[in-house]
T-cell receptor
Framework: KQEVTQIPAALSVPEGENLVLNCSFT??????LQWFRQDPGKGLTSLLL?????REQTSGRLNASLDKSSGRSTLYIAASQPGDSATYLC?????????????FGAGTQVVVTP | GAVVSQHPSRVICKSGTSVKIECRSL??????MFWYRQFPKQSLMLMAT?????????EQGVEKDKFLINHASLTLSTLTVTSAHPEDSSFYIC??????????FGQGTRLTVV
């Protein structure tokens, strides 16, 4: 059974620092991996989707890498801003799942202080 | 990105009554939608997979008679919490798959049963 772990559980940084969020998964047979952002009391916003054949994806200040063989993905957020404060979740879709179910990590709660 | 709209965002109901939550994909068709439940400070728990035109597939431990799911069209899935009790109070979130690849989430529904 696929297990997804996110470290650290919480992170606090001063504005302007780069953020590094880690996600690891136990089964390397994945279809894709998604990073999401969740604000308190809200739904999830899709940030980046990495297909299993890709090594990284970039969108603005966000960059996500994928190392399938070692079961790891890292989300980098450059030059953090207070508006980046949120919980970040990674989710993995298994290569053998035809429905598209996602297995979520517990999330990393990020606080960016002004 | 694609838009998934969930309604209502908040609902308070009396114990013993039923509540319906709607999930709509606004700018794409979704053969498959998912319903999640989220407890405070925890990650998402998948409740069921909803497929257009067929019965939903429920995860182990989820009561199908209490959580009725209907996926009547390619843009609409509904979750009905029947005979709601205080322990059903939670945050419910739906998601829809775009092109069977990327998951987009609704804003979530805060259900409070009094």
């Amino acid at each position: 059974k696929q297990e997804v772990t996110q470290i650290p559980a919480a992170l606090s940084v001063p504005e302007g620092e780069n953020l590094v969020l880690n996600c690891s998964f136990t089964d390397s047979a994945i279809y894709n991996l998604q990073w999401f952002r969740q604000d308190p009391g809200k739904g999830l916003t899709s940030l980046l989707l990495i297909q299993s054949s890709q090594r990284e994806q970039t969108s603005g200040r966000l960059n996500a890498s994928l190392d399938k063989s070692s079961g790891r993905s890292t989300l980098y957020i450059a030059a953090s801003q207070p508006g980046d404060s949120a919980t970040y979740l990674c989710a993995v879709r298994s290569a053998t799942d035809s429905w598209g179910k996602l297995q979520f990590g517990a999330g990393t709660q990020v606080v960016v202080t002004p | 990105g694609a838009v998934v709209s969930q309604h209502p965002s908040r609902v308070i109901c009396k114990s013993g009554t039923s509540v319906k939550i709607e999930c709509r994909s606004l700018d794409f068709q979704a053969t498959t939608m998912f319903w999640y439940r989220q407890f405070p400070k925890q990650s998402l728990m998948l409740m069921a997979t909803s497929n257009e035109g067929s019965k939903a597939t429920y995860e182990q431990g989820v009561e199908k008679d209490k959580f009725l799911i209907n996926h009547a069209s390619l843009t609409l899935s509904t979750l009905t919490v029947t005979s709601a009790h205080p322990e059903d109070s939670s945050f419910y979130i739906c998601s829809a798959l775009l092109a069977n690849t990327e998951a987009f989430f609704g804003q979530g529904t805060r259900l409070t049963v009094v």
